[in-house]
């Protein structure tokens, strides 16, 4: 089945620094990936669509310059989080678009500013 | 703009009750609708997808059923077992041309009783 690996599962960075997580598709091509995130006991809320050689398109809200995504191959998209701050704290989990069958998710990012 | 409801938000019942959890969503031309599992800090996992054009899809003890004129779509558990606690998404997927973005419901927490 498709496999979306990302990493890493969890990180803990100090206030104003930058965190890069990584997603990858392992038996499958994503020329689409979409990226969310979740805090606690909520659901998940789409944050930008990745296209594999073109600029990502974010939703309303988000912060373009501060949740930096590249998608430079059809296996390969990364979300760098930059100048965290605490209340940037979440769950973050992306996902791959495989024809037939639907949407394959990562198994997310715990990210925790201190 | 698509909003997803699921009902009920949480749910607690003895082993081997049947379920039936319940996902409505405003917009009716969706592409198809795909329902998810997620374990506490884990990512998602693909349980059942059904595309527009059809009523259902049965994977094992899971039946999922779509109405997509009412905007409504069922999952149904049958003889549940302590394994299937987790928190059930149901995620209708917009067509390609308005981005093919999946949107979330809040989810439905269930506690399944030895």
């Known amino acids: 089945g498709a496999v979306v690996s990302q990493h890493p599962s969890w990180v803990i960075c100090k206030s104003g620094t930058s965190v890069k997580i990584e997603c990858r598709s392992l038996?499958?091509?994503?020329?689409?990936m979409f990226w969310y995130r979740q805090f606690p006991k909520q659901s998940l809320m789409l944050m930008a669509t990745?296209?594999?050689?073109?600029?990502?398109?974010?939703e309303q809200g988000v912060e373009k310059d501060k949740f930096l995504i590249n998608h430079a191959s059809l296996t390969l998209s990364t979300l760098t989080v930059t100048s965290a701050h605490p209340e940037d704290s979440s769950f973050y989990i992306c996902s791959g678009l495989r024809s037939n069958y639907g949407y394959t998710f990562g198994s997310g990012t715990r990210l925790t500013v201190v | 703009k698509q909003e997803v409801t699921q009902i009920p938000a949480a749910l607690s019942v003895p082993e081997g009750e049947n379920l039936v959890l319940n996902c409505s969503f405003t917009?009716?031309?969706?592409?198809?609708l795909q329902w998810f599992r997620q374990d506490p800090g884990k990512g998602l996992t693909s349980l059942l997808l059904i595309q527009s054009s059809q009523r259902e899809q049965t994977s094992g003890r899971l039946n999922a059923s779509l109405d997509k004129s009412s905007g409504r779509s069922t999952l149904y558990i049958a003889a549940s077992q302590p394994g299937d606690s987790a928190t059930y998404l149901c995620?209708?997927?917009?067509?390609?041309?308005?981005?093919?973005?999946?949107?979330f419901g809040q989810g439905t927490e269930l506690s399944v009783k030895p």
């Open positions: 995620a209708p997927q917009q067509g390609y041309n308005q981005g093919g973005k999946l949107i």
């Open positions: 917009d009716s031309a969706i592409y198809n």
């Open positions: 038996d499958f091509q994503a020329t689409t």
């Open positions: 990745s296209n594999e050689g073109s600029k990502a398109t974010y």
